[in-house]
């Protein structure tokens, strides 16, 4: 059995047959491997009217692919001409939380499931969050950049005007409670902070929120020193923190954003950030990415900004790799559906 391991240079094409081969090393069959390595993350992701988040050429995948039957990616563009191209293919799956660089559809036309792995890096995220609110509210980026670039000594930082609340003894907002969002509320409440939630899937779930406030978004503003984003891009939620909601925030919040950079109108937080009217914001994602060089972003001390690390530590990548693969068996060896499947409607077609 052919399988294609198309790497990129965070979920490598080691890790990737690694987990692959752990997971099938009892089922008796033997493999032959095609590999290629995109150059994600040092090459930014790309878009097409078909697919998004991808790095690479379809061209180049089309000439490796023709008798693969088993497909496992990270950020290679698996779109329709690849997938026509592959005559024999079986399964094909990303190790990642939103498998957008697949065409769906054309997967879905052939009865071929595609598996993906949610949450892979909710840990890794999680703990990112907490980083940016102390490295932003506790002046740590600033300090660190006046003293190593500039050698200057920051003791105006030190000054009580300046300085920030302890997590313990704040009042930490989240909006959405998922899998990213409960992990950092777990960590919060270790650290003593009361935490408020947003989150209207929860409504008919309450269970899911015990131990946390649940409120609608205008109490959220009006009573957090931090706003951490952790919800989905959807249409509900694109731009849910923009002029108004800002206008509506408690003087000397903090906005941490390491979601998606369309869940907050980035003019509005520039201007709220220059004129002061919040303290703070940390972002590890941004309305384009990398942002323009032209970008407000870059002319703000009270910003902490990072290159979209939130998801980058090594259990996120072998996590990733190890959940699509359990997929994958599941699905060949089990002769089960799989239990993370973006088109679970080719499991009604084949039975």
């Known amino acids: 059995m052919r399988v294609s391991i198309l790497g990129d240079l965070f979920v490598t094409n080691e890790v990737l047959q690694r987990a692959f081969e752990d997971c099938f090393a009892d089922s008796g069959l033997e493999f032959q491997y095609n590999y290629l390595t995109d150059t994600w993350p040092v090459t930014p992701v790309m878009k097409t009217d078909e697919i998004s988040e991808f790095v690479g050429d379809d061209n180049e995948l089309c000439e490796l692919i023709v008798d693969t039957e088993i497909i496992l990616t990270h950020t290679a563009p698996i779109s329709k001409k690849v997938i026509s191209a592959a005559k024999n293919l079986k399964i094909v799956g990303a190790a990642r939380g939103g498998p957008t660089n697949i065409n769906w559809n054309a997967c879905t036309s052939r009865g071929i499931p595609v598996l993906y792995a949610p949450g892979r890096n909710s840990g890794a995220v999680a703990e990112f969050a907490i980083g940016l609110m102390l490295a932003q509210s506790r002046s740590i980026t600033r300090s660190h950049m006046s003293l190593m670039l500039e050698k200057k000594w920051r003791g105006d930082l030190y000054v009580y005007d300046a300085v920030g609340n302890e997590l313990g003894s704040s009042v930490v907002g989240l909006v959405g409670l998922g899998a990213i969002g409960g992990k950092v509320a777990k960590l919060l ?111 703000l001390e009270n910003v902490t900004a990072t290159t979209h690390l939130g998801g980058a530590s090594i259990q996120a990548a072998e996590i990733g790799a190890k959940v699509l693969c359990n997929g994958i068996h599941e699905y060949m060896i089990l002769k089960k559906p799989a239990q993370y499947c973006v088109n679970p409607e080719v499991y009604r077609k084949k039975g």
Do not use: C, Q
């Open 189 to 299: 409440k270790a650290f003593g902070a009361k935490v408020l939630v947003y989150d209207p899937y929860l409504k008919n779930n309450p269970s899911m929120s015990s131990g946390y406030e649940l409120v609608e978004l205008e109490t959220l503003l009006r009573n957090s020193d931090f706003i951490s984003l952790h919800a989905r891009l959807t249409a509900e939620t694109e731009g849910i923190i923009g002029a108004d909601e800002i206008s509506r925030m408690k003087p000397g919040v903090y906005i941490i954003n390491t979601a998606r950079g369309e869940l907050i109108d980035h003019g509005a937080l520039y201007e709220a950030l220059k004129d002061r009217r919040i303290a703070g914001a940390a972002l590890d994602i941004f309305e384009s990415e990398p942002p323009p060089e032209d970008s407000p972003l870059f002319t």
